[in-house]
Every structure is written in structure tokens, then in C-alpha cells.
């Protein structure tokens, strides 16, 4: 579908302070085309902070995100490949790659709370695809209403999208998302505020959009859908990355304390 | 006694300078005499020509202020929020240094002109409705930002996005720049000149009758001013509304 | 300073725009203070509102240049009496280039014809001032009507006497101006004293008490005293003193008596 | 040729001006004579306590006409909003005849002194607060009324909380009431009447320098105006972005 | 706890419009104090319109909602006691009831999004216990610092509240609601944000509330949560009331067509 793509991306040694306090601290993973990622954690563990510092929303810290250029033509990268360190201390603080500022026209993200403009459900969607699709109109409108359609909008199409009730949001941000047909798609907690029958949808959904070659970066509380999606799980508590594994190995035979209560439902606050 | 009659008196008789203002303004109105149907007229498209040129660059500038990072972005800021402190007749001597036949411009002949009051008048009212519509663009901008730089849309592009989204409360400021345009005399006193039959205006009409110490007609002239403004912000409400119906607004 | 203390020893005078522009008070009402210890609050406004001001009490003493008014003034009751105090004249500026040519002609009336005829840029203050009212006379006198041409080559700007001048400079207009003002004025620019001279052009001063009787609150012994002064050698030649570029603009005409 | 060369060389004299006027501007600035420091600090103070007491009044009122209901809301919100085209000649003259010796408050001798000026400038940016500040509270009510009601909270007691929450935009409102204050001449002229050392305030002083033609040092005087205004706006900023500092704003 | 109450609650005949279109359509039922009701419904169903409604935010359209006046002593309304109707007629559509505007004084409601003063999570607390309980404000401090603690926001209290997570914000929500001791609360959605763990946790909060004496009246698209909560379910689609039974006849059997697909997951939009 992609003739290149912005995958994989490394990033290292990730970390993102607020006044002094550090709420991502650290993280070094990289993410791969074809495999499900799944964000897990408790709340305030950083998931959110995690997914808009890699769409670029915020600059880290300190580390640097490197997606892969999406000019070149694609070639696996060895760790010869990339950018020799200088020496061996870690990255400075500030020293922020280039690269994060990617732009955001090969990704796209459903928030956890989605911001609907001031306009109809589709024009909603027709302004995001004006955004990033050129030319053809008609096609954009077949695109859009085709959304609408999968995500059940279809009647909702002409309301104003701010009045429409939170699921109904959350399937419109999730249209909007599809729409733009990115090569990585983030997803946070997109089925947070969905019915039962509506979350078997999204997740097919989900699945299909993978299977179209999307990468699929998300966070959810739900661990049955976390099981059922996942191809790898990363599980942060406390803005530390604490476990990444395969998702079989992590519902199976969690590594640490903290990811083992947190499966059981006993990780208090 | 006498002298405690007489000054009671007077001040009935000022008293009545008020009431006697708003009778003569509703005999000025009813009678509706040319010479104010022409002064009312060059008001009317003055301000609103200012208005309309001071919009179509004070919307986007604000918005530019509010969204693009460029060095000196703050102290612009600075200086648009200032310059809603620009006075009129400042604002006069510089059109009127730069359009004087002895000035930069002169050749145009602009001066005592109705163009020449149209160029005062933006001067003034651009900044601020630049100013006041950075401060809710910058509002909104805070809701929308993650979002819309997610759907691919930088700042540049978000400024058409965020004027139009912001729709409702930019009436507002739009009306608070048709106010002062409508409202200011240094500028156009000085650069128009209050020409009869050319560059009068009802505010220098105001002006002139004062002067005279014809206060009575003055303010009816000022009664008469603001039965405009208050038709025209009226106007403005109600088309707001209708624009707005079930736009984003939670019933209630 | 905010609020005034009552104790403060002052009087409140009206007057026109034109006296001040001149510069005239800045020279007089320190010198009248330093005498008496008393502080004059000059405001400057058009004689109309001069006028009106007075009549409703803001003022204790009105300097005005306009006799037939001052003359009503008293006679409706609001002053005591009118006093001469001084004199000056009226002139007429132009652009230097002189295009009607009023440079050659030793009457007032032709000039204004001349400038009529020709059509040439003419402003007036338009605003019912002494100066605006001495400039209809003169129009009237030589039985010439400009106001239907208002709006053309007549233009009433209906400011006062420096925003006329300042008006005037711009467009390279005809002006009348008390000699006063236009001594004083900066923005001459292209602007030459064109005619001067005609007996009509006389423009003289009076100084009147407003009414304590109408106005109970007046500053009447204070009030007094200012005009007294004004009127006196001392003030006479104060007067007589103030120049600019070595010209006296102000000519005592107090009747000694 | 010869008068060509004429004009454009009056033409640099005329540009010469507005440099000249910066010089003038510099020169009063670090000549630093009393006379001039009386001015600004007479105007600073005018202009200062009006706006405390027009914002005293303002914020309230524009808060109550957007949350409050009652008969009329509408009709007061777009008469506040007209109001904010009130001409300053005539607030002079309402508040003139008021004052006047002849009228129902001259037994306070208040006409001619800066109480009057202070009196004139509130009721000319009183309606500018008001208006601006509705706009900016009923956005925001409009995220707040179904937490804020569910809370026990009515629309009177609000009012406090949506102020107090909107205070960032609500500092851009009062900078323009500001900015309105001390850029307004035509009020303050009537009612203060340019009275040396007790009346005289910048925009009169220019106002008058404007007479006498000499326009340098009224531009001068305009250069000063807007080098206070721009400290006071900087100042402004720099409080507000000290106050604002991580309260609800995402860092970026 | 309460001297007098103010249920049972009367709803009759609701029914909400905006623009011609019914969003809730002639809603009949009853709260009685004492128990847990969960209403249900897909996504757009109008649980959180019925929510508002009830709670006195939005004039209803239509019908009436009647509360227990709280100042007569408490008397078991008998049919015979409530106001007489004077026709047979439904009552007119903008007929509402004096008694819906009911002081929001004896309710408290979490909202699906709840919204944040511009100040720390405590001033939050703070800020609502000033507007309802008077004086004595070292029992409101005691209070406010007992909630947090309960949420687990201690750690969190100084903290801008617009900055928390969405999971933390959503518990603060229910720490202020809960701190007003209503009688009655409402929760739309309470746990959609929440961790495993969490909403183990705010589940077990939610039954202590109910033990004091609190009705609560709640919504939740957990199924599981609902089985564990709920005494009885009223179920919600497309505005109508479909169904209206204890809770274990509803997961057991639900009498409608539409509630027995929702309950698999079949519902589709
Ligand atoms: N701009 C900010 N300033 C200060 N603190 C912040 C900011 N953004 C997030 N935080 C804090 O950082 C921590 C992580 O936030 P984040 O939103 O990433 O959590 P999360 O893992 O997504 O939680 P949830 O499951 O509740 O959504 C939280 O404790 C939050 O309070
Ligand atoms: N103010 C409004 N104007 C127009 N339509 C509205 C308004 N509020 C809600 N709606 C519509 O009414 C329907 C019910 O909304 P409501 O928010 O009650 O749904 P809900 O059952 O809470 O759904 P969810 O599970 O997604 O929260 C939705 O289809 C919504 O689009
Ligand atoms: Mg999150
Ligand atoms: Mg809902």
C-alpha cells in the first residue's frame, strides 16, 4: 500500500518533565511495522504522555524519536546503519532529534477525549481529509461517506458534531482517523465509552486496518480486548517503561510485581 | 430665596437640556432632513468600509499572533495590545503628515477626504480587533491544537480554521471595533477636516455644535448616533443567532 | 491633587481657543498669580461654548472677542459688565503663490470677491466663533454669499482656529485668523500673511464678570480682582509686553477712567 | 523642475517630522521636565482609577447579563454592546451638563477637576468591559453551567468563579478598556477642560500642541503616550504569564 | 443519615426534543430510595440526556419529574396522595413540573466528561464543599483531605486538575460528588477511563456510598460491572424505554429483543 514507510522508529532514552517533575522517564523501545503495540498501565502511568510524544505533540525532554525517512526507499536498517554515537554517555537532556518533527501526515490519532470542531459529523470529516488527501473532491466524498458507514455515522452524518453523545464522538474520531489512511494509527483507549456490540465493531475494525498494513499503537483498560488485539504489549507504571513482551507471554507469565497486580486488578493507587 | 429660585431654575432648565435632546433627536429623525441623511450616510460608510478593511487584516494578523512561532512573536503581541491605547489624534497627525500635499502622499489628494478618514479610522480599529482576537483564538487554539496538528494541520493552516470556529465571539469584537470607529473624532476631525457637504460626520457634527455651545442639538446628534449603533448591534445579534442555531451550543 | 482642596485660592476663566493658541495666557495669568496669589483655571473653548459655559455658572470670568454676544450676555444677566481690555486685528493667509491675488488689494471685501471670483480654496471655521462670525460680516458686507458653494471651493471645517490652520496648510486654502494665533502658529508650511490692514478687521477684547447674583457661587471678589488687574497699568502693559519674533500681538484698550 | 524639487524636498522635511518627533519624543523623555512628568502622572492616574472602577463595575455586569436571566438580558447585551460606540464629546456632555454648576450635582464644584475626567472615562469604557467581558463568560459558561449548576452552583454565585476562572482572556478585555481610557480625548476635554497644571493630561496636551501647530511635539507627546502604554502592557503580559504559569494551560 | 428525602421520584411521560427530533420519547418510571438503578442502552440510546433530565440541567420537553418534597416529613406516597390528574389527557408537552427544578442540593452527578476548574485538584474540592456545606472550615478540610485520600489523590492534590489524566480526573470527579454526601448520585460512566484495579476500587466506593444511605442511579457500558452493581436496570434505546426489571431477570431474561442482542454484544448500529 505504502511505496516507503516511516517505520520502524527507535526510540531512546525518551523522557518528558513538567516543572521539574519527570513524568516519562527513560524510555527506550523501538516499534516495528506489522505487529500490534498495545500501551498498558494503570492511570497516570503515562500512556497518554507516551502516544502524543510520539505523534509529535510534544517535544521530549530528552532522547530522541527516530522514525525511518519515508523518501528513501526502504531498506532494513542495521544497527550499523544508523547514526554512530559520538561516545558512550546517553543523550544529552535537551538534545532533541530532528526527526520527531515527522510529519504527522504518515500517523494519525484518536484522542482519548476527541476535540470535534464546530461543524457537522461530516464536515468533520471532510475537512480532515481536505487537510491531507489532494485534488478530487469525489473521491474524498466517497472516502468519508464510506467511514461514516463502517463506523455507523451514516445517520448522525448532518448532526452538528459537538451535540453528538460521547460514544457517537469516539466512532466520529475514529472515522476521522481511518479517513486519513496513515501508516501508523494511534489509538488511545478507543473504546473507553462504547457500547458492547459497538466495541466488537471497533475492534474488527481495528483488525482490519492492521491487516491493511497499518501499525497499530494503543492504549486500553479493557484486558480482554488488550489480549485479543495484541501482538506485543509494552506496560508502563509510574512514567517507566517496566515490561515489554510478546502479548501471550505478558497475560501468561508477567516479569514484574507490578505488571503481575495489575492483571489480577490489585495494582492500587 | 430669589437667588435659591433662579439656581433651581437653571438646573431645571439643564435637566431638560437632556430631555429637550432626545426630543430634537426624535424630531431630527422624523423630519429627516438631507443634510442629515448625508452626514449619517458618510458616517455609516466610513466606518463600516474601516471596519470592513481593519477585519480583513486584524482577524488574521490576531490569529497569526496567536498561533505562529516567529522571534518577536510576544513583543508583537505586546505592541498590537498597546496600540488599542493608539489616540485619535496621534493617529490623525501621521495620516495627515503622510497625506498632506507636502507629505509622502500628497500627490494622491487624499486629504479631506473620505478616504483619508477610512485610512485613520483602520488605523485605529486594527489593533484591536488583532488584539482581542489573538486573546480567543489563543483560547481556542488551546482546545484545538493537539488535535488539529494531529489531523496535519499546521498553525498556518489552522488560522482560516480557528477565525471560523471562534465565529461567535468574533462578532463581538468586530462590533467593539465598529464602536470605536463609529465613536472617534480626533482622527477624522483632523485628517478629514469636517468639511460641510464633504467630510462632516456625525461625530464631528457632535463636535462642531458643541463648540457652538449649541449643546441641545449635539446631543440629539449623539441620541440620533446611537440609535444607529444600537440598530446595527441588534442586527448583529440577531443574524449571530441565527447563525449559530444548534451550532455546538448545548440546549438548555 | 486628585481632589481639589477647597482652600486652593482660584478662579475659573473662559475663553476661546484662538487667545490661547496664541500663547497670550501662558505670559499674562502667571505674572496676575504671582501678584495676588491667586490661580487662574483658563478653559478654552469656542466662543459659543465659552459663552454657554458662563451662562450656566463653570465659569467666573468669560475673555471673549465677541461684542454683540458679550453685549447679550450682560444684558440677559449673567455678567455685570463688559469691559474693553485690548485689541488685535484679523488677517487674511493664504498660500505664498497667491493665486486670487488678494496681495494687491487694500479692501477686505475685494479681496474676499477676488477670492470668490477665482473660485480659490477658502476655508472657514464654520464653528460660529468671533473669527468665524467677523469672516461672515465681511462676506455679508460686500454682499457676496459663499455658503452656497460649501462643500467646494468653500470649505467650513467647523474646528477651531488652529485645526482651521492646520486644515488650511494642507490644502493650500484662504483663511481668516486673528493675528494672534497665526504669529504663534508652527504648521505655516506653505502659508504667507497675504492682506492686513482694513479698519474692519479690528477685533476687540472684553473681559466680564459673571453674575454673582445669577450665580451665587461665583468668585466674585477674586473675579474681580483678575479683571481688575487685567484692566489696571500693570496688566495694561503686561499685555503690551507679550511678543513673538519681536511683534506685539495684543494692544491695551482699557478705558482709563 | 524647480518646483518639483521644491516639493520633494518639503516632502523629506514632512517624513523629517515623524523622525523629528522621535527625537523630541527621546529629548522629553531624558530631559525629564516636571512639567511633563506632572502630565503623565496625572494622566496615569485618571486613566488608572477610572479603569479600576470600570472594571470594579464592568466585569460583574458583563458576567451577570450573560449568566443571569431575566427580562430584558438580551435587549442590555446589545445595548452594552452599542454602548461601546458611545462618542467620548458625548459622555463630555452628559457628563458636563451633570457637573455643571447649573446642573443636579454642580452644588459638588467637581467640573474642571480630574474626578470629572475620572467620571467620563468610566462610563466610556465601563460599557467596553461589560460587552467584552460577556462575550469571554458565556464561552466559558458554556463548558462550565452542567458541572457548575450540578454543583449547587446558581448563575449568581458563578459569576465570581467564571471571572476568576476566564482571568487570562479577561486581562486582554481590561487592557482594552485601558487602552480606551488613555487614548480618549474628546470627554475629558470637556469635562477637565485642559486646565494647565490641574487638567491637563496627555491627549489634551497633544490635543493642544495640535492647535498651535506644532505638530512635532504633539507627535512627541504621542511617542511618549505609546512608550507608557507599551510598558504597561508589557507589564501586563509579564504578570499574566507569571500567574498563568502550568494553571490548566498544556505545556508546549 | 437524612432526616427527610426527597424520593421517590415521579417520572412521567418524559420526553426531550431538540429541533423536532426526539431524543427521549416518553420515558414512565420510578427511583425509590434503597436501591441501585443502572440504566443501559447503546451508544446514543439518550442515558446521559435521562441523566441530565433528572438531575434538573435540562428542561424537559415534556412530562413531569416529580421529587419527594424533603422539607414535609417523609410519608410513603400512596397513588391517592399525588396530585390528582385533572384529565385523562397526557399532560401537554411543555407542561413541566415545578418540583424538576428540585435544588441540585440532594444530588450530586459524576458527568461521562467531567469538567475542571482553572485550579489544583484540592481547590477542585474545596471550591464544591464551599458552595454546599456551610461553615466550619476545618470539617470541610477534614473532608476534602478524606476523599482525596480515598480516590487515591493525596499524592495528586496540588496538582493543576486540567493536567491530570483523564482516569485521575474522572476520580477526582467522583471524590468532589462524593464529598457533597448527596441523596442521590448520579454517575454516567464512572469507570470508562479507569484501570483494572481502579475500578475494583471506585466499584467498592460506589457500594459504600449506596450502604450510607445514597441512591445511586448510574450508568456503565461494563456489562460485568452492571452484574455486580445493579439492583435494577432500566434499559434505554433510541430514546424509549424498552425494558425495566431487577437486575437479575435482566441478564437472565431480558424480555426484549433488542436488550437480548445488547446483552450479547449483537447489537449493531
Ligand atoms: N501537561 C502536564 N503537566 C503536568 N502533569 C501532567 C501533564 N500531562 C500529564 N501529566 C501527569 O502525567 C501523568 C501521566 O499522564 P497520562 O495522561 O499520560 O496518563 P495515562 O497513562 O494516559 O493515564 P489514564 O489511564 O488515566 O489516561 C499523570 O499523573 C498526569 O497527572
Ligand atoms: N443538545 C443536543 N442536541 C441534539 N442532539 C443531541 C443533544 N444531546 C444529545 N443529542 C443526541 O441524543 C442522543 C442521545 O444522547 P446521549 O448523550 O443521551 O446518549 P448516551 O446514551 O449517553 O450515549 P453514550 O453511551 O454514547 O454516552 C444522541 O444520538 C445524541 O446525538
Ligand atoms: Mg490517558
Ligand atoms: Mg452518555
Redesign the pocket.
Given at each position: 500500500m505504502f511505496s516507503t514507510s516511516i517505520l520502524p522508529c527507535q526510540v531512546k532514552s525518551l523522557s518528558y518533565h513538567?516543572e521539574g517533575?519527570t513524568?516519562i522517564d527513560d524510555l527506550t523501545f523501538d516499534l516495528v511495522a506489522g505487529s500490534r503495540t498495545l500501551v498498558l498501565?494503570p492511570?497516570?502511568?503515562?500512556?497518554?504522555?507516551t502516544l502524543r510524544l510520539l505523534h509529535g505533540l510534544l517535544p521530549p525532554s530528552g532522547g530522541t524519536i527516530d522514525w525511518a525517512d519515508p523518501n528513501k526507499p526502504q531498506q532494513h536498517q542495521t544497527p550499523q546503519k544508523r547514526r554512530a554515537p559520538q561516545n558512550h554517555q546517553p543523550p544529552q537532556n535537551h538534545q532533541v532529534s530532528q526527526k520527531h518533527q515527522i510529519p504527522q501526515k504518515y500517523q494519525a490519532m484518536v484522542f482519548?477525549r476527541p476535540v470535534m470542531l464546530r461543524r457537522t459529523a461530516a464536515a468533520n470529516l471532510d475537512y480532515a481529509l481536505s487537510l491531507t488527501q489532494e485534488g478530487d473532491r469525489a473521491g474524498r466524498r466517497r472516502r468519508r461517506d464510506w467511514v461514516l458507514a463502517q463506523t455507523g455515522l451514516t445517520q448522525l452524518a448532518e448532526r452538528p458534531a459537538r451535540l453528538l453523545s460521547i460514544g457517537e464522538q469516539q466512532r466520529l474520531a475514529l472515522a476521522r482517523a481511518w479517513a486519513l489512511e496513515p501508516q501508523v494509527l494511534f489509538l488511545d483507549e478507543p473504546t473507553a465509552s462504547l457500547d458492547p456490540g459497538a466495541t466488537r465493531q471497533v475492534e474488527a475494525i481495528i483488525q482490519a486496518i492492521h491487516a491493511s498494513g497499518t501499525k497499530i499503537v494503543m492504549t486500553t483498560?479493557d484486558l480482554g480486548q488488550a489480549h485479543r488485539l495484541a501482538d506485543e504489549i509494552i506496560f508502563l507504571h509510574q512514567g517507566h517503561l517496566v515490561e515489554r513482551q510478546s502479548c501471550d507471554a505478558f497475560f501468561t507469565n508477567p516479569q514484574s510485581a507490578a505488571a503481575a497486580a495489575f492483571l489480577k486488578g490489585e495494582l492500587l493507587w | 430665596m430669589q437667588n435659591e429660585l433662579t439656581v433651581s431654575s437653571t438646573r431645571l432648565a439643564i435637566m431638560n437640556d437632556i430631555g429637550q435632546a432626545f426630543l430634537t433627536a426624535f424630531k431630527l429623525i422624523a423630519g429627516w432632513d438631507r443634510d442629515l441623511a448625508e452626514i449619517i450616510g458618510l458616517s455609516l460608510q466610513v466606518s463600516l468600509i474601516a471596519l470592513a478593511v481593519a477585519a480583513a487584516i486584524g482577524l488574521p494578523l490576531g490569529a497569526a499572533v496567536a498561533l505562529l512561532r516567529f522571534p518577536g512573536r510576544r513583543a508583537l503581541a505586546v505592541l498590537l495590545s498597546a496600540l488599542m491605547g493608539l489616540p485619535p489624534v496621534v493617529v490623525g497627525l501621521i495620516v495627515y503628515l503622510m497625506l498632506s500635499r507636502a507629505g509622502p502622499l500628497g500627490v494622491l489628494g487624499l486629504l479631506f477626504t473620505p478616504t483619508a478618514m477610512i485610512i485613520a479610522q483602520c488605523l485605529l480599529i486594527t489593533p484591536i480587533i488583532a488584539a482581542l482576537t489573538r486573546q480567543i483564538v489563543l483560547d481556542l487554539w488551546s482546545d484545538y491544537r493537539e488535535q488539529l496538528t494531529s489531523l496535519g494541520c499546521g498553525p498556518a493552516r489552522a488560522i482560516p480554521t480557528l477565525l471560523w470556529d471562534a465565529r461567535t465571539a468574533l462578532v463581538t469584537v468586530i462590533l467593539a471595533g465598529f464602536g470605536r470607529a463609529t465613536a472617534e473624532v480626533g482622527a477624522v476631525m483632523i485628517v478629514g477636516g469636517n468639511i460641510d457637504h464633504v467630510t462632516r460626520v456625525m461625530t464631528t457634527a457632535i463636535a462642531l455644535e458643541t463648540s457652538r455651545g449649541d449643546l441641545t442639538l449635539a446631543l440629539a446628534l449623539g441620541v440620533v448616533l446611537m440609535a444607529l449603533s444600537l440598530t446595527i448591534n441588534g442586527a448583529a445579534f440577531l443574524c449571530r443567532d441565527w447563525a449559530d442555531r444548534g451550532q455546538g451550543r448545548l440546549a438548555s | 491633587s486628585l481632589f481639589l482642596s477647597a482652600q486652593d485660592r482660584f478662579i475659573v476663566l473662559a475663553s476661546t481657543t484662538s487667545t490661547d493658541n496664541s500663547g497670550l495666557f501662558a505670559h499674562l495669568l502667571p505674572r496676575f498669580t504671582a501678584d495676588t496669589g491667586i490661580d487662574v483655571r483658563m478653559v478654552a473653548r469656542g466662543t459659543g461654548q465659552a459663552i454657554k459655559m458662563a451662562e450656566a455658572g463653570d465659569a467666573d470670568v468669560l475673555l471673549v472677542h465677541h461684542r454683540p454676544s458679550e453685549e447679550a450676555f450682560v444684558a440677559a444677566g449673567f455678567g455685570v459688565a463688559r469691559h474693553d481690555l485690548m485689541y488685535n486685528d484679523f488677517v487674511l493667509i493664504g498660500p505664498r503663490n497667491d493665486p486670487a491675488g488678494v496681495r494687491a488689494i487694500d479692501n477686505a471685501g475685494q479681496a474676499f470677491a477676488r477670492i470668490l471670483e477665482d473660485n480659490a480654496l477658502f476655508v472657514s471655521r464654520g464653528d460660529d466663533s468671533g473669527t468665524h462670525k467677523k469672516e461672515l460680516a465681511i462676506w455679508a458686507e460686500a454682499d457676496l454669499d459663499p455658503v452656497s458653494h460649501s462643500g467646494t471651493w468653500y470649505r467650513e471645517t467647523g474646528s477651531g482656529m488652529g485645526a482651521s490652520l492646520n486644515a488650511a496648510a494642507a490644502m493650500g486654502a484662504y483663511i481668516l485668523a486673528d493675528r494672534a494665533t497665526w504669529m504663534a502658529f508652527r504648521n505655516k508650511g506653505d502659508l504667507e500673511l497675504l492682506f492686513e490692514g482694513d479698519p474692519s478687521l479690528f477685533n476687540p477684547y472684553g473681559v466680564i464678570l459673571v453674575s454673582p447674583v445669577r450665580h451665587p457661587h461665583v468668585r466674585a471678589s477674586d473675579g474681580q480682582a483678575f479683571i481688575d488687574w487685567l484692566l489696571s497699568p500693570t496688566g495694561q502693559d503686561t499685555i503690551a509686553d507679550f511678543a513673538i519674533d519681536g511683534q506685539q500681538l495684543f494692544f491695551p484698550y482699557a478705558d482709563q477712567s
Open positions: 513538567v517533575r513524568l498501565g492511570n497516570g502511568a503515562g500512556k497518554s504522555l482519548q483498560h | - | -
